[in-house]
């Protein structure tokens, strides 16, 4: 048997930026949002849809992002975040 060539991978590698210096009004997009929460992105919707999870913010008809903000106010107490605390 003879060994096919690796073709190189098509998915590219994200390089995480440096969170901690974005403004609480930067936006951030799934990818990102996934990579600081650890949750999968059925579990976002979901608490989403909960009401225990930041909602997207709609950026135009085919994009929505996150605040950094509000993410930051999540990851500060993921159990205790309700909808009602208002924007972080």
């Known amino acids: 048997m003879s060994e096919q060539p690796q073709t190189p991978s098509r998915k590219k590698e994200r390089v995480s ?4 210096k974005l403004l609480p009004e930067a936006v951030l997009r799934l990818p990102d949002v996934l990579a600081l929460v650890g949750l999968s992105r059925a579990s976002v919707y979901a608490k ?35 909808l009602n605390q208002g924007k972080g």
């Open 17 to 20: 930026p440096d969170y901690s």
């Open 48 to 82: 989403v849809a909960a009401r225990r999870f930041p909602a997207p913010i709609k950026l135009t008809a085919h994009a929505s992002g996150w605040r950094m903000g509000d993410i930051r106010t999540w990851l500060a107490d993921p159990t205790g975040w309700s």
